[in-house]
C-alpha cells in the first residue's frame, strides 16, 4: 500500500529472510566469516546461535548463496523429529533411493554412507543445515554425532550446521552432549545491532527497496525504535513497516517520533521502555549518589559541638514540661516500696518484743505516761 507513496520499488521491512536484504554489520560478518571457515577447513559440527529476530537464518541463506556450486545441501527447517525420521528427511533432501521397502535405521545409514564416499570420489562435498537446533531431542543430536563418524582418512563426509537460540548452548553444555560438544569445531553467538547501527541498518533497507537516500525516518524516531526494539532486526522491520503505514495514512511525509510511538505501541502492546530503562537507571544512579553525598555529611554534622550545646540548652526545658512532673514507672515503683515499709513499722510490737527493747528506752516510756495521767491522789484533793 504504501510502497507506491514513498516511491519505493518493494516493502524494504519484510520479516522475509532475504539475503538482498542483509545488513552485514560487523557482527554478521563475523558469523559469515566463522561459517564459511568451519564449511571450507573440513569442519564436524558448526554452531551459531543468537537471540530470536537476531538474523540467524538470513546469515545462513547468504552462507548458501556463497556455497561453491560442487556443495550439495539439506535443510532441515522443523527438528522435531525422530531419529528414524531425521534419516529419512536426510536421504529425501539429497534424492538418496533407500532400496528397502520397510526402511530401517541401518538401512538409511548405508545408503547415506554410499552415496557420501561416492560424492566424494566425484569431488563434492556434502552439508546438512539443521534450524531451531534447541528442539533437537537427546537422542537425535546423539543420532547426528554418530552421523559424523561417516569418513575417510583425511576429512569428514559430512559437515552439520546447527543453527539456534541460547538454549542450544544451554543444552550442547550438558555432561550427556559432552561428546557432540567436543565435536564443534566452529561457534559463534550473534548479538543484536548497536544503536549507532539501527539508523545505518534502515538506510540500508530503504536503499536495496529504491528508496535511494531520502530519509523517511527522522532522528527521533530512529532513536525510538532503537531503544525499543532493543537492536532486534525482526522487531525493527515490524515496528518500521507499521511505521511507513501509519505515515501513508497520516499522508505524512516522513516517520516521525509520534507516528513511529505509536506503531511500537501496536507492535509491542505498549511500546513503552522497561522498567529498567535508561532514564530509570539515570535517576537511580544519581538519587544514589545524592544519598551517598547526604548521608555522610549529616552524619558530621550531627557530632558537631554546636549541636551538642544546643541539645543540653534544650533538655532542661523538656524536663520543665507537665510531662516531666508526672511520675514515671520507676518513681512509682520507689514510693510504693516506702510506703510498704513504713506500714511494716507502724505494726504494734510484741510482749517479746518489749522486753528486748533496752533499759533507757522503757524508763522514758514511763516518764511519758506518768505526764499523761496524773496521780489519783492529787486529783482527789484538788
Not at 546469515?59 to 531419529?83: F, G, H, S, W, Y
Not at 554425532?145 to 559430512?158: F, P, S, V
Not at 550442547?172 to 539501527?198: C, F, K, W
Not at 532513536?223 to 511507513?244: E, M, Q
Given at each position: 500500500?504504501?510502497?507506491?507513496y514513498f516511491?519505493?520499488?518493494d516493502?524494504?521491512f519484510a520479516?522475509?529472510?532475504n539475503?538482498?536484504?542483509l545488513y552485514?554489520?560487523?557482527l554478521h560478518?563475523?558469523?559469515?566469516?566463522?561459517l564459511?571457515y568451519?564449511?571450507?577447513?573440513?569442519?564436524?559440527?558448526?554452531l551459531?546461535?543468537g537471540d530470536?529476530?537476531t538474523?540467524?537464518?538470513t546469515v545462513?541463506?547468504?552462507?548458501?548463496?556463497q556455497?561453491p556450486?560442487?556443495t550439495?545441501v539439506?535443510?532441515i527447517?522443523?527438528p522435531k523429529?525422530?531419529?528414524?525420521?531425521?534419516?529419512?528427511t536426510i536421504?529425501?533432501?539429497?534424492s538418496i533411493?533407500v532400496?528397502?521397502e520397510?526402511p530401517?535405521?541401518k538401512?538409511?545409514i548405508d545408503a547415506?554412507?554410499?552415496?557420501?564416499?561416492?560424492?566424494h570420489?566425484e569431488?563434492?562435498s556434502?552439508a546438512?543445515?539443521?534450524?531451531?537446533a534447541q528442539?533437537?531431542?537427546?537422542?537425535?543430536?546423539e543420532?547426528?554425532?554418530?552421523?559424523?563418524n561417516?569418513?575417510?582418512?583425511t576429512q569428514?563426509?559430512?559437515?552439520i550446521i546447527?543453527?539456534g537460540q541460547?538454549?542450544l548452548?544451554?543444552?550442547l553444555?550438558g555432561p550427556?552432549?559432552s561428546?557432540?560438544?567436543?565435536?564443534?569445531?566452529?561457534?559463534?553467538?550473534l548479538?543484536?545491532?548497536q544503536?549507532?547501527d539501527?539508523?545505518?541498518?534502515?538506510?540500508?533497507r530503504?536503499r536495496?527497496?529504491g528508496?535511494?537516500t531520502?530519509r523517511?525516518?527522522?532522528d527521533p524516531?530512529?532513536k525510538?525504535?532503537?531503544?525499543?526494539?532493543?537492536g532486534?532486526?525482526r522487531?525493527?522491520?515490524l515496528?518500521?513497516?507499521?511505521?511507513?503505514?501509519g505515515?501513508y495514512a497520516?499522508n505524512?511525509d516522513?516517520v516521525?517520533?509520534?507516528?513511529?510511538?505509536?506503531?511500537?505501541?501496536?507492535?509491542?502492546?505498549?511500546?513503552?521502555?522497561?522498567f529498567?530503562?535508561?532514564?530509570?537507571?539515570?535517576?537511580t544512579?544519581?538519587?544514589?549518589a545524592i544519598?551517598g553525598i547526604?548521608?555522610?555529611a549529616a552524619w558530621?554534622?550531627l557530632k558537631t559541638?554546636?549541636?551538642?550545646?544546643?541539645?543540653?540548652q534544650w533538655?532542661?526545658?523538656?524536663?520543665?514540661?507537665?510531662?516531666?512532673?508526672e511520675?514515671?514507672?520507676g518513681?512509682m515503683?520507689?514510693?510504693a516500696s516506702?510506703?510498704?515499709t513504713?506500714d511494716r513499722?507502724?505494726?504494734?510490737k510484741?510482749?517479746q518484743?518489749?522486753?528486748q527493747?533496752?533499759?533507757?528506752v522503757f524508763?522514758d516510756q514511763t516518764?511519758s505516761?506518768m505526764?499523761?495521767?496524773?496521780?489519783?491522789?492529787?486529783?482527789?484533793k484538788k
Amino acid at each position: 500500500m504504501y510502497t507506491h507513496y514513498f516511491g519505493l520499488n518493494d516493502k524494504p521491512f519484510a520479516i522475509a529472510p532475504n539475503p538482498r536484504y542483509l545488513y552485514m554489520s560487523e557482527l554478521h560478518r563475523e558469523a559469515l566469516a566463522h561459517l564459511i571457515y568451519g564449511i571450507q577447513r573440513d569442519g564436524c559440527f558448526i554452531l551459531l546461535t543468537g537471540d530470536v529476530g537476531t538474523g540467524k537464518t538470513t546469515v545462513c541463506r547468504c552462507l548458501l548463496e556463497q556455497l561453491p556450486e560442487d556443495t550439495d545441501v539439506a535443510i532441515i527447517l522443523n527438528p522435531k523429529l525422530t531419529a528414524i525420521d531425521l534419516l529419512k528427511t536426510i536421504c529425501e533432501e539429497l534424492s538418496i533411493p533407500v532400496p528397502s521397502e520397510s526402511p530401517t535405521g541401518k538401512s538409511y545409514i548405508d545408503a547415506l554412507n554410499r552415496h557420501l564416499l561416492q560424492t566424494h570420489a566425484e569431488g563434492r562435498s556434502t552439508a546438512l543445515v539443521i534450524d531451531e537446533a534447541q528442539n533437537l531431542e537427546a537422542d537425535v543430536l546423539e543420532q547426528l554425532r554418530l552421523l559424523t563418524n561417516l569418513e575417510t582418512d583425511t576429512q569428514k563426509l559430512l559437515k552439520i550446521i546447527l543453527l539456534g537460540q541460547p538454549e542450544l548452548r544451554t543444552l550442547l553444555a550438558g555432561p550427556q552432549m559432552s561428546q557432540v560438544n567436543q565435536r564443534i569445531t566452529s561457534r559463534y553467538h550473534l548479538q543484536p545491532l548497536q544503536p549507532e547501527d539501527v539508523r545505518i541498518y534502515i538506510q540500508h533497507r530503504l536503499r536495496v527497496a529504491g528508496g535511494g537516500t531520502r530519509r523517511l525516518f527522522t532522528d527521533p524516531a530512529i532513536k525510538h525504535v532503537a531503544r525499543i526494539s532493543k537492536g532486534i532486526p525482526r522487531l525493527i522491520n515490524l515496528i518500521c513497516d507499521r511505521a511507513l503505514l501509519g505515515a501513508y495514512a497520516e499522508n505524512a511525509d516522513r516517520v516521525n517520533w509520534k507516528i513511529m510511538r505509536k506503531a511500537g505501541r501496536e507492535v509491542l502492546e505498549d511500546g513503552r521502555p522497561s522498567f529498567f530503562s535508561r532514564r530509570f537507571v539515570l535517576i537511580t544512579v544519581i538519587t544514589l549518589a545524592i544519598l551517598g553525598i547526604g548521608m555522610p555529611a549529616a552524619w558530621h554534622y550531627l557530632k558537631t559541638p554546636a549541636l551538642e550545646t544546643f541539645i543540653k540548652q534544650w533538655q532542661p526545658l523538656k524536663n520543665s514540661t507537665p510531662e516531666a512532673n508526672e511520675p514515671t514507672t520507676g518513681q512509682m515503683s520507689h514510693d510504693a516500696s516506702n510506703a510498704a515499709t513504713d506500714d511494716r513499722q507502724s505494726i504494734p510490737k510484741t510482749d517479746q518484743d518489749t522486753k528486748q527493747q533496752p533499759s533507757s528506752v522503757f524508763i522514758d516510756q514511763t516518764v511519758s505516761k506518768m505526764e499523761t495521767n496524773p496521780d489519783k491522789e492529787a486529783v482527789q484533793k484538788k
